[in-house]
């Protein structure tokens, strides 16, 4: 696994373990109260941009236009950059188990950065008792 001292503006998340490792140091062992979705832009060769974006008060399903807007914002930032993707994280309280919102959540997320151009890197869910990649299961 790559170590969290690893993370530089210029390390590539390459592949699943650097992803999980980031995942894991964004979350940062808290106990969330409330949903709140990060995202990371990554460049073409998967270096994270130097911003850590939090959405606080985000509702239990997603709202078509609100996505919509936000896979806008993504490919305003990232300029059509070749290779260019996000790196999502839904942090929320309750049980580790990915729930169907959840489920809801990555796939707007994927197909609103899909219409804008961009790649979906990762998504995980991150709760109080684990972080775990969704896009997987």
């Known amino acids: 696994m790559t170590a969290l001292s690893e993370f530089t503006p210029d ?11 980031f995942a894991r140091f964004v979350h940062g062992d808290i106990r969330p109260r409330r949903r709140t979705l990060w995202f990371v832009l990554l460049d073409g060769e998967r270096r994270p941009l130097p ?3 939090p959405v606080d008060l985000v509702p239990d399903e997603p709202e078509v236009l609100a996505v919509n807007d936000l896979g806008q914002v993504w490919h305003d930032i990232l300029g059509g950059e070749p290779g260019a993707s996000v ?30 151009g961009l790649a979906l890197a990762a998504f995980f869910l991150a709760t109080a ?9």
Do not use: K, N, Y
């Not at 008792?129 to 299961?137: F, H, I, S």
């Open 11 to 21: 390390h590539p998340l390459a592949d699943d373990d650097a992803l999980l490792a």
């Open 51 to 53: 911003v850590i974006v």
């Open 87 to 116: 790196f999502v994280m839904l942090e929320r309280p309750g049980a580790a188990t990915a729930s169907i919102t959840d489920h809801a959540w990555f796939v707007a997320l994927r197909d609103a950065a899909a219409r804008h």
């Open 129 to 137: 008792d684990d972080v775990a990649r969704l896009d997987q299961t």
